[in-house]
């Protein structure tokens, strides 16, 4: 058996969940190829080499490949996909944007937002917002994965010497074209990557007074910024920035929750946080319910006392 991780990259260098993906590939049991595909993209090629487990990079390079399109991406993975037994992608916006074409072109079923992987050909994950587990059984000779990255360990980046193959690359798809991208800037750590994260509920009541009580905070622990699906939907912060069942999955090292009652939908994506802290002055709130730390305090107060003490 051979699984494939389909790399997320930048055409420089690799994304950190590529690296929690190789480590779910390599508990399928076999050896783990990585498939770069992007446009200049030799220096990813390179840095997945280094990646402790793997054992070949294919590199696929050309203008087609330059931003991901979903259809020349799946074209190109459907190719190579004969030679393997598992192709596994890391459960972020690229990977559930690509993953489910493979597998309708492919022909099988495909396992989502894997957590623990049992066995070649049985896998956990969650259900009814992570409420109850679910161990899922695929007969199919090629199992199409995603990924749940915060329940895996990173690989080690460095330390490994696989070998690169060059492939050729797959025409450009006729019915899809990019035509641009609106990237949203942000000095602060990426949300699914920051080990810090000070996060805000519709409780603030305002977008400054959602900016005026948590950046000072974030600023002060090096932190990233998010936001309960309530409070974007309010308007308070931007959709990037929101944590839960249908925004981002995390799992910081510190996840301190202000304002935030802590819905099934939210806690869904923030459960797994090493160390979490809850401010809320409703001692029913369900975010006390999986709270580390609870704080009964009306935040306006707490939040300002918290930051004079660091």
């Known amino acids: 058996m ?99 074409r493979v597998a ?52 080690a980046a460095t330390g490994g010497s696989a070998a690169i193959e060059v492939l050729g690359a797959v025409a450009a798809s006729a019915q899809a074209t990019y035509l641009g991208s609106e990237i949203a800037k942000n000095d602060r750590p990426e949300l699914t990557a920051a080990k810090v994260i000070v996060a805000g509920g519709r409780a603030l009541g305002s977008a400054e007074k959602f900016n005026d009580v948590l950046t000072p905070l974030a600023d002060k622990l090096g932190a990233a910024i998010g936001a309960s699906r309530a409070a974007v939907d309010a308007g308070y912060a931007a959709n990037d920035l929101q944590v839960g069942q249908t925004g981002k999955i995390v799992a910081p090292q510190l996840y301190i929750a202000a304002g935030i009652s802590g819905a099934i939908q939210h806690l869904a994506g923030m459960k797994d946080s090493k160390v979490i802290v809850a401010i809320n002055k409703d001692p029913e709130a369900p975010i006390f319910s999986v709270a580390d730390y609870g704080l009964e305090a009306d935040l306006f107060v707490a939040v300002p006392e918290l930051l004079a003490a660091l």
């Open 104 to 155: 309708a072109k492919l022909d099988v079923g495909q396992v989502s937002d894997v957590t623990r992987v049992e066995g070649a050909d049985t896998f956990e994950r969650p259900i009814y917002a992570g409420n109850a587990m679910a161990t899922v059984q695929s007969l199919d000779a090629i199992k199409v994965l995603t990924v749940r990255t915060t329940g895996f360990d990173p690989a």
């Open 2 to 100: 051979t699984a494939l991780v389909i790399a997320e990259h930048d055409n420089a260098s690799i994304k950190g969940a590529t690296l929690n993906t190789v480590t779910a590939a390599l508990q399928c049991g076999g050896d783990v190829h990585v498939l770069v595909a992007g446009s200049n993209a030799g220096a990813a090629a390179a840095a997945a080499a280094q990646i402790a487990g793997v054992s070949k990079v294919l590199h696929a390079d050309c203008d087609a490949l330059a931003h991901g399109l979903a259809e020349n991406m799946t074209a190109q993975i459907v190719a190579v996909a004969a030679s393997y037994s598992h192709l596994v992608f890391p459960a972020t916006a690229g990977g559930k944007n690509v993953a489910p």
